[in-house]
């Protein structure tokens, strides 16, 4: 008996878990659709719209990076949708849609596609879009808008919908007129650093404070990335480190003077640090790969936001010290390489 | 041997759990498989120089006689798996894949196959290096797979002082059974071939090292020791590559092997389980190793088992003997992990081959993913039981940096185990990057 068998010759392992760069990019959509739902819910239709512009704008953009530069379509990679949703979360409700189109280009063509697509990128994308309409639009990135108003699921901000290259209407009228009861438009970091007003923890907890538009939750942004952690799509030790990073700087100034300088549970909820530290310091890309390094990185991260918010003419700053610790994470993982099995040195363990 | 080394969960760092695929034949006893009409007998079934032949074209050979002599001290002698004649002494297919010198015999049908050659002595009153020459004698490899002289493992290097005979039981290959079966079949043997090793390496005391999935072998092997033995069993974790050598060290004694250094820097000499129940078996009786036990299985095979194949069956023989489906698509010589995939079918089974698994088409699929960016996830640094930073050497081999992955990254503390490979979710064929990073670096050093 002769035995027909058609096999194949590979190299070992032979076996191979079944876990793919699509399947964690997907889970990291799955978690932050609860944080875009409720944006949704606390903001309105106009933040539905600035979601749906930021990732189709990221996808499309990312078509045409592809094809531009001759290589396969990469959308299905499922990383541009995080970029674009992420992108749009960091934006205040109330931003023009032209603006949150450009910032998208700028996320996916200087953020990402420049440097080679996904894996290669230097800084998270999100944050060099959002970076870029920070310097860009100034004002428009610093208007803000209370939360639930009551006409948010019929009526768009004004501004959402200001046409290309146009400067947005003030908002202060409109919102004087669509606000019933006693939501305030300033943001609790604003409030806190000129007005020295502390809004509750509890608020900032469940996000019923003013804010960008994915920001304000601390609880569903919590819940998200306990899901990413379980599921080991995310390291935990980055967010841990952020949150220490900040709570450890702002504690000796708040004890110093309680007035002036915020107490470190109103640093940790408060503007965009759970966002940040959840979702954008941890992209994997943009992260040190060594375990020593992915400290260091992320206390560094918590360390300078508390520094820019205190110490800097910005309110927030967690934006741009992810972007600092993203340009200085390749630096990081190469003084933490990580200790080899029986290195010179080490005795024996007990 | 108490209860509370089963219940310690002695362990390494980092590692991987996949999937056991042991209960295909874990509860299968150990059969004896029918002899092929024709064995290949390869001359370099081992590390170190190839062995001699003895016999010539026509001649004919009884079961156990010696056909190939040890050429050197780093090699062992072959002896005839089966009664027979020598066909030839040619070329053929081997599963590393150059072609070797082989002893091709045709088996006689009508022989009884009863081994005749052997030379029966009082282990009891042999020196160590009796024993030592007894082994080589016996054409004794690691038969776990690594296929080294064993009794160049029991000459350590005079500046290091070995005390613990570690016994390495652990079988964390997937798939794989042989080793469990022998430990709950031939416990005897493996006894007495840990006494004889002990003796001849003049330790005090042996700890057998278990995976705690095959705790009924932990507990028959305890039964059998006296109160005061020399010889300890002990429950280790289940997680991949508990049976690496380093590993199992620091699990059962908690000694890290310095990195480039053998077993024997820290006071140890590690042994597999079938290498020592083969001792203890063949010692006594003065014969050569002519047959092993070999776990047949995976979802391809038909009939999976655990059988005593005699040293040269061609894989062929084989799989007709165990039968395979339609979707067959991937055979491998020894573990999933560390095993080799054949090319021929005619390739014999070796001293060093543990399993033979064959995959299905839906195993492979999932290999045919494409191979993404690195996207830094830095599961491979958690997975790797070196503690290397497979993902930075990753780049580097497709930089072609070969220099800086062994300079400063350490490359040569891989030993290719898979676990970077087996983790990776972007795909990389990391463990190939790496033998090739260190086949170019061994060729600019030569």
């Given at each position: 008996m002769e035995t027909k068998l058609k096999i194949e010759l590979r190299t070992s392992p032979h076996l191979k878990q079944t876990m793919t760069v699509e399947q964690i990019m997907r889970n990291v959509v799955y978690a932050l659709l609860p944080v875009c739902a409720f944006a949704v819910y606390a903001f309105g239709i106009s933040v539905l719209a600035l979601l749906t512009v930021t990732t189709l704008t990221c996808a499309l953009g990312e078509s045409l990076f592809c094809r531009l530069s001759g290589?396969?379509?990469?959308?299905?990679?499922w990383s541009i949708v995080i970029t674009g949703l992420l992108l749009g979360l960091t934006l205040?409700?109330?931003?023009?849609l032209w603006m949150a189109a450009v910032a998208a280009v700028v996320a996916v063509g200087l953020g990402k596609a420049l440097f080679g697509g996904l894996g290669y990128n230097v800084m998270n994308p999100a944050l060099v879009g959002r970076a870029f309409v920070q310097a860009a639009f100034p004002v428009a990135i610093t208007t803000w808008t209370p939360a639930f108003l009551d006409k948010r699921f019929t009526e768009f901000?004004?501004?959402?919908?200001?046409?290309?290259f146009m400067q947005p209407p003030a908002l202060g009228d409109w919102i004087e007129q669509a606000?019933?009861?006693?939501?305030?438009?300033?943001?609790p970091l604003a409030l806190q650093k000129f007005e020295q007003i502390i809004t509750p923890a509890s608020d900032l907890f469940t996000g019923m404070t003013a804010g960008s538009a994915g920001e304000t939750s601390a609880l569903i942004i919590i819940a998200g990335g306990l899901y990413l952690a379980a599921r080991r799509?995310?390291?935990?030790r980055i967010p841990v480190g952020v949150l220490l990073g900040a709570a450890l700087t702002s504690l000796p100034f708040w004890l110093m003077d309680s007035v002036q300088y915020p107490d470190p549970l109103f640093v940790l909820f408060s503007g965009g640090l759970m966002l940040g530290a959840v979702f954008m310091a941890s992209d994997m890309v943009a992260s040190p790969v060594t375990p020593r390094g992915v400290w260091i990185y992320s206390l560094f991260i918590g360390v300078l936001t508390v520094i820019i918010r205190l110490?800097?003419?910005?309110?927030?700053?967690v934006m741009y010290a992810i972007l600092l610790g993203n340009a200085i994470s390749p630096l990081i993982a190469t003084v933490t390489q990580p200790r080899v099995f029986?290195?010179?040195g080490k005795g024996p363990r007990t | 041997m108490g209860i509370l080394n089963l219940l310690r969960r002695n362990s390494f760092e980092h590692g991987i759990h996949p999937?056991?695929?042991?209960?295909?034949?874990?509860?299968l006893s150990i059969r004896r498989l029918p002899f092929a009409p024709v064995l290949i007998v390869p001359?370099?079934?081992?590390?170190g120089a190839p062995a001699v032949p003895l016999v010539r074209p026509g001649q004919e050979v009884v079961r156990g006689e010696p056909v190939a002599s040890a050429n050197g001290f780093v090699s062992v002698p072959m002896h005839a798996?089966?009664?027979?004649?020598?066909e030839s002494i040619q070329l053929m297919p081997s599963a590393r894949g150059p072609k070797t010198e082989s002893i091709i015999i045709h088996v006689?049908?009508?022989?009884?196959?009863?081994?005749?050659?052997s030379a029966p002595r009082?282990?009891?009153?042999?020196t160590a290096e009796d024993i030592i020459q007894a082994v080589q004698d016996a054409g004794?490899?690691?038969?776990?797979?690594?296929?080294?002289?064993t009794h160049v493992k029991m000459?350590?290097?005079?500046e290091h002082k070995v005390d613990t005979l570690v016994v390495n039981g652990?079988?964390?290959?997937?798939?794989?059974t042989c080793d469990h079966r022998l430990m709950l079949e031939q416990t005897d043997d493996l006894l007495a071939g840990i006494h004889i090793v002990m003796r001849a390496l003049g330790v005090e005391r042996a700890m057998i090292g278990i995976e705690d999935n095959k705790l009924d072998a932990v507990e028959v092997i305890a039964r059998r020791?006296?109160?005061?033995?020399p010889i300890s069993v002990h429950a280790v974790q289940?997680?991949?590559?508990?049976?690496?050598e380093k590993m199992l060290i620091e699990s059962l004694l908690g000694r890290r092997v310095p990195?480039?250094?053998?077993?024997s820097a820290v006071g140890v000499s590690v042994f597999n389980v079938s290498t020592l129940a083969q001792i203890g078996a063949l010692l006594p009786m003065g014969q050569g190793v002519i047959e092993r036990v070999v776990t047949v299985t995976?979802?391809?095979?038909?009939h999976p088992g655990n059988y005593l194949v005699p040293v040269g069956t061609p894989v062929r023989f084989l799989l007709e003997f165990a039968g395979s489906t339609p979707q067959a698509h991937e055979l491998i010589l020894?573990?999933?992990?560390m095993g080799m995939s054949v090319?021929?079918?005619?390739v014999p089974v070796t001293k060093a081959v543990s399993g033979m698994v064959l995959l299905e088409a839906s195993d492979a699929d999932l290999r045919e993913r494409k191979v993404q960016p690195c996207?830094?996830?830095a599961y491979c640094l958690e997975a790797c039981p070196m503690h290397l930073n497979p993902s930075t050497l990753g780049l580097l081999a497709a930089k072609g940096d070969y220099e800086t992955m062994a300079d400063q990254?350490?490359?040569?503390?891989?030993?290719?185990?898979?676990c970077c490979s087996y983790v990776c979710p972007s795909s990389i064929p990391l463990v190939q990057y790496f033998r090739i990073a260190k086949a170019i670096n061994r060729e600019k050093a030569a």
């Open positions: 290589k396969p379509n990469t959308t299905n990679d205040p409700p109330g931003f023009p901000i004004p501004s959402t919908l200001t046409a290309p606000r019933v009861d006693a939501f305030s438009g300033a943001t799509m995310m390291d935990w110490f800097g003419g910005l309110t927030e700053g029986g290195a010179a | 999937q056991q695929h042991k209960e295909l034949t874990c509860r001359l370099s079934q081992h590390a798996p089966a009664t027979g004649v020598v006689y049908e009508g022989s009884s196959q009863e081994v005749l050659y009082d282990v009891g009153s042999m004794m490899v690691g038969l776990g797979g690594a296929a080294f002289p000459k350590p290097p005079p652990c079988e964390c290959e997937p798939y794989l020791l006296p109160a005061n033995s289940t997680k991949y590559p508990q049976g690496a990195s480039g250094s053998f077993p995976g979802p391809g095979i038909r020894g573990g999933p992990m090319a021929s079918l005619d996207i830094r996830c990254f350490h490359l040569n503390d891989c030993f290719e185990c898979g």
